[in-house]
């Protein structure tokens, strides 16, 4: 059974900084994409960063770049999200994602962890 599951979300105040992390099992850990997701109340969901599956590569959506890190650690089977200079804009719920890299049709989400950022 493949499993996401994401922690580390939270209450942070504007200008704060969380690290959210994704445990996976029950798959190829290395031979998937790993993803971060996430969806504003009201809005659709975005792509928020992206990491290959050897770790080489990395992606983020304009807004983040500079604020927000993806890694991964293929012996541990963990993704991250190091976030920094968060802002009201960033609270949303945040979904780890993973797609494998030959068969694209073969992807997994977690349940998301809510992330809020308030004063």
């Known amino acids: 059974q493949v499993q996401l599951v994401e922690s580390g979300g939270g209450l942070v105040q504007p200008g704060g900084s969380l690290r959210l992390s994704c445990a996976v099992s029950?798959?190829?850990?290395?031979?998937?994409?790993m993803s971060w997701y996430r969806q504003a109340p009201g809005k659709e969901r975005e792509l928020v960063a992206s990491?290959?599956?050897?770790?080489?590569?990395?992606s983020y959506q304009e807004s983040v770049k500079g604020r927000f890190t993806i890694s991964r650690d293929n012996a541990k089977n963990t993704v991250g999200l190091q976030m920094n200079s968060l802002s009201s804009e960033d609270t949303a719920v945040y979904y780890c994602?993973?797609?494998?890299?030959?068969?694209?049709?073969?992807?997994?989400w977690g349940r998301g962890t809510q992330v809020t950022v308030s004063s």
């Open positions: 029950g798959l190829v850990f290395s031979v998937h994409d």
């Open positions: 994602v993973g797609r494998h890299i030959v068969y694209s049709v073969l992807e997994y």
């Open positions: 990491i290959t599956s050897d770790g080489n590569s990395t």
